[in-house]
C-alpha cells in the first residue's frame, strides 16, 4: 500500500472507531428494563348476577286423552222402532234426556189402560170392604159379645180389608209400571253426550238390552298422564277442600302454537307404567269439545289424543333459577369470581324442570354466572366483562 493511499483512508476509520467506542459507552451507562413475566389474556364474557326468587315447580309429561264417561245406550223395553232422531248419528251431540230413538208405544198404551181399569176396581173393592168392615163394628159393639182377638179381628173382617188394601197397593204399583214402560218407548241420551257408533235404525225389532248406540259423555274428559316417580311430591291432589294442582294441555303438532287447554289433577292412580315404570295419574279437562261460550275459539280434545301436559306444582320459595342451558357436565354451573376468575361449581337442584333448574343452597345472590360458551373451561380461568373493559378504560382487552 502506497503512502499516498493510507494517508487518504485512515481518517475515516479513526472516526468510525471512536463513534463504535462512543455508542457502546452511551448503551453500558443506560439504565436496564426489569423483565416482567407474560401476562395471561383474560376471556371476555357475558354474565348474569343471581338472584332469590320465588316459583312454582312445572311438572311436564305427556299423556293419552281417556273419556271420563262412555257407555252403551240399550233399549230397555221391546218393539218396533218408529223413529230415530237427528242427534242419533256417529258425530252428533246430544243433551241430557234428549230423545234418540221411539219405538212403537201402542202395546204400552194398552196396557196403561188396562192397569187403570185393573185400579178403579180395586179402589172400589177396598171401599166395598171398608164399609163392610164399619157395619161389622157397629153390629159387634152392640152385641157386646166378649170374644178372643183372633175371633174378633174375624168378625171385625180386618183380614178382608188388609187384602183389599193389598189389591190395591198392587194395582198402584202395576199402573205406574205400565207408565214406566210407555216412557221408555223413547230411549233418551243419559247425560251430555256425543254419539260414537249407531246400532239400529228405524224399522229394527228391539228388545230389553238391545244395543242402541255407544255414546261419551262432552262434560269432561280425562288425561292419563306419566310423570317421573321423584315430581309425585310436587303435585298436589284433591283433599279437604284442595282442589287440586292445576295443569295445562297443549298438542303441538295440531294446535297452534301457545294455545292450551285448562285441566285439573284428578286422582293418582294404583299402578306404575309398564314400560318405563313411571307414575300414572288423571288430569281432567272440562268442555273437551269447547261447546260451552266461554271457550268456544278453543281447539277440540279428541279421544286418543297424544298430548302434553304442564302440571302447576307447589311453591318454591327463595330460591335461585338457573336455565338449563347454563348448565354444564350435570350440574356444573361457572362463576366469576371476586377475583375474576372462572369457577366451576357443582349444584344439587331442588326442583328440576324441563328448561330451568331451582337451587336452594350452593349459590349466593349477587354472585355471577358465566352465560357464555368458553372453549377451556378451566378453574381460575382470568375473565373479563364489558363492564370491566369500560372501567379499566380498555386495560384488560386481550394483547
Known sequence: MSLSLLKRIWPPLVILAAGLLIAVAIAASGPEAPKRPPRPDARLVAVEPLALTDARARVVGMGTVRPARAVNVTAQVGGQVLATEEVLAPGAYACADEPLLRIDPRDYEFVVRQRRADLARAEQAWKLESGQQAIAAREY??????????????????????????????ARAALEKAKLDLERTVVRAPFNCIVR??????????????????????????VEVSVPLE?????????????GSQARIRQPAVWPEGVTRPGRVLRLLGDLEPQGRMARLLVEVADPYARNSEQRDMPPLLIDAFVEVEILGRELENVVRVPRRHLHNGYDVWLRGVDGRLEIRTVTPLFAGEEEIFVAAGLVPGEELVVSDLATPVAGLPLRTATTDAERGGEGAPR
Open 231 to 243: 315430581k309425585l311430591r310436587w303435585i298436589e291432589f284433591p283433599a279437604g277442600g284442595n282442589p
Open 141 to 170: 159393639e152392640l152385641l157386646g159379645d166378649i170374644v178372643d182377638q183372633e175371633t174378633a179381628e174375624l168378625v171385625l173382617r180386618k183380614p178382608q180389608l188388609a187384602t183389599a188394601a193389598s189389591a190395591l197397593d198392587a
Open 197 to 222: 257408533e249407531k246400532y239400529v235404525d228405524r224399522g229394527a225389532i228391539v228388545s230389553g238390552n238391545t244395543p242402541i248406540a255407544a255414546v261419551v259423555g262432552t262434560d269432561a274428559f280425562w
